[in-house]
Each structure stands twice: as structure tokens, then as C-alpha cells.
């Protein structure tokens, strides 16, 4: 049976777009392949984090998983930082790819380019992420679009050693849904809906109450020439709206095109505003059953039994080929 592997990193509260671009893509997938979806907090200190909130935070990220419809009996869930052979191949990895290619990545140039202490982690940071895909022999990585050039990394590095060692890893796919790779930002529509942004009013985020949503959706910047159609070029507010409305509905973008072809701007924004608020209330009524339960734990101890016996023959395996061993 084919594997999926994703994971969201809790530096922030998880989103819309986090939903769309990858755990919903993880729900539909999960009954026809073997599942993984962990938390990658290792990932989330490449920028300083609050540790107390850092805690709190992986906690929400496996009970939103949860209440999102990730089945625990049909995957393994657990916390990277609990499992030292991510870190571990992570470094030989490290030595196997070239400051050229690191150096490339756009995330890191962006993100890097907005801040003045950048850390050595932020810019190792794919290649941590090469590590969690590859030692779980991945098939497909189930990501949005921004997320795309890191796998694409992943599977270089996966023929760099196959090359040198032998055939160790199996070469990785990322799994980018047609519609929703990128959902953006309600305020910016030209920018990604991101966790870490600092405009509270472009991003909608999973345990927004209802009136915060329906505020944000109703003050979505869109444009003025009053027409409802698709065109992200010119009109990238209403074409997110619409993106959003075809990612929750499961209608095809034709489809929604045709539903809201007469509407007004304010109409449109009140039927993308009840689908979003339909669809979180139902992941917030879940989420709260499972927040202060017992599941979190036994979900992330039997993850982390079963995810540790996977990376460590995957770990030893190379580690043997690459010579480090009596
Ligand atoms: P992260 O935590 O930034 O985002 C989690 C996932 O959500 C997707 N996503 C979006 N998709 C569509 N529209 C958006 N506005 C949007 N915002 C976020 C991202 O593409 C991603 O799929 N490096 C990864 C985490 C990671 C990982 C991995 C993923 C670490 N190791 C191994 C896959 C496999 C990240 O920072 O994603």
C-alpha cells in the first residue's frame, strides 16, 4: 500500500489554509493509503518560540487533527521532537547537500529577509523536513503549493544518496490539491494565508469564534467592478472567496462560478461566510471533547512507539552504509 506523510508546524495557530492546502487532502486520502501525520515542533523553534504556548500549541495541533477527521486508528500521529531520529538523519543529510542548493529555497529568502537574527535552523530547515519525509520511505507528501520546493528538495537529496550508498530511500512526491494549494490572505489577497501573520483580519483561524469570522469574510478585500467570476490575476479577492466556497462545498470552481454568477459582492461574502462558519463549528464542537481528554496521549504514545521502530531501521540502514559504525 502506497504511504502519505504530512505534518503542520505549531508556530502558530493552524488556519483555514492549513485545513485545505493539507489536512483535508490527508482525511480523503487516509482509507486508501497507510498514514502519517505528525506535529513538527523541532520546526517550529527556527524562530524563538514562548514555550509554554509552544506546548499548548502541539497539543492543539493533534486535537485539531483530530476533530478534523484524521482517523487515529487509520494513522500514526505523533510529536517529531519524541522521535531523536529525525534530528539524527537529519545531520548526515546536512552533509549531503550543498550550500547552492540550500541556499535556494524562497521560504528561507523571504522569511530571512524580513527578520535580523536569523537562525542556522531556519535556513537547515528543509532538510529537517527531507529527513521526516525520507525515513518513513514516503510515497506522497500531501502540502500546499508554498510547500512544494522543500519536497522537491527532499527528493534530490533521496537521489543524492540512493546514488552514493545505495538504495536506501524511496524517492518522495508532493500531493498539491488542484484547487486550494494557496489560499490567501482575505486582507492581501495577493499573499498566502499564513499563521504567522501579523494581520489578525486576513486569516481565519481553525477556533475562530463565528462572529470573527463572518467580521473578516465581510471585510475581504475584493474589488471594484462588482462582477462574480474566477480570475485570479485581476481579481484575486473574490477568486480566493470563491476558491474557499469550491474547497468546502467539494463544488468545482466552474461550479461555484455558476452558483454565484448573479450575486453581489456582500451576498457572496455572507454564503462564503456560513459555509466556513458551518464547517469550523463542526470541527470546534469535536475539537473541544478531545482537547482535555485522555486521547491526545494515547494517540501520541502509540505514535511514538510505532513511528520510532519505522525511523530506526530506516536511520540504522544508512548510517551503517555511510560508514559510522565499529
Ligand atoms: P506549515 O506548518 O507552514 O503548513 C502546514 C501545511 O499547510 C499548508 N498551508 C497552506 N495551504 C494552502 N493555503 C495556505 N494559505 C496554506 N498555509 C499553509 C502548507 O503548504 C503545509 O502543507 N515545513 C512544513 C511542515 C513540515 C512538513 C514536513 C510537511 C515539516 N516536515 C514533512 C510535510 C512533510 C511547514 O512549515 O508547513
Known sequence: MKRILTGLKPSGELTLGSLIGAIKQCVSYQKDYESIIFVP???????EQDPKELKMRIKKNVALYLACGIDPEKNIIFL???????????????CNTYMGEASRMTQF???????????????????LM?????????????????????????RDIANRINNRYGNIFKVPEPLI???????????EPTKKMSKSSD?????????DSEKDIRKKIASAVTDSEGKVYFDKENKPG???LLTIYSCLSNLSIEEVEDKFKDYNYGNLKKEVADIVVEKLTEIQTKYENIINSNMIDEVLDKGKNLSIKMAQAKYEKLKEKVGLTR
Not at 41 to 47: G, K, P
Not at 83 to 94: D, G
Not at 114 to 125: A, I, M, R
Open 238 to 240: 473574490i477568486s480566493n
Open 177 to 187: 490539491p488542484e484547487v486550494g494549494a494557496k489560499i490567501m490572505d482575505l486582507q
Open 41 to 47: 515542533d523541532l520546526h517550529a523553534i527556527t524562530v
Open 130 to 154: 527531507a529527513a521526516d519525509i525520507l525515513l518513513y520511505d514516503a510515497d506522497y507528501v500531501p502540502v500546499g503549493i508554498d510547500q512544494k520546493q522543500h519536497v522537491e528538495l527532499a
Open 80 to 94: 517529531q521532537s519524541e522521535n531523536v531520529y529525525h534530528a539524527n538523519l537529519s545531520w548526515i543529510l546536512e
Open 109 to 127: 529568502k523571504d522569511k530571512s529577509s524580513k527578520k535580523e537574527n536569523v537562525s542556522v535552523g531556519l535556513f537547515t530547515y528543509p532538510i
Open 199 to 207: 494581520n489578525y483580519k486576513g486569516t481565519i483561524l481553525l477556533l
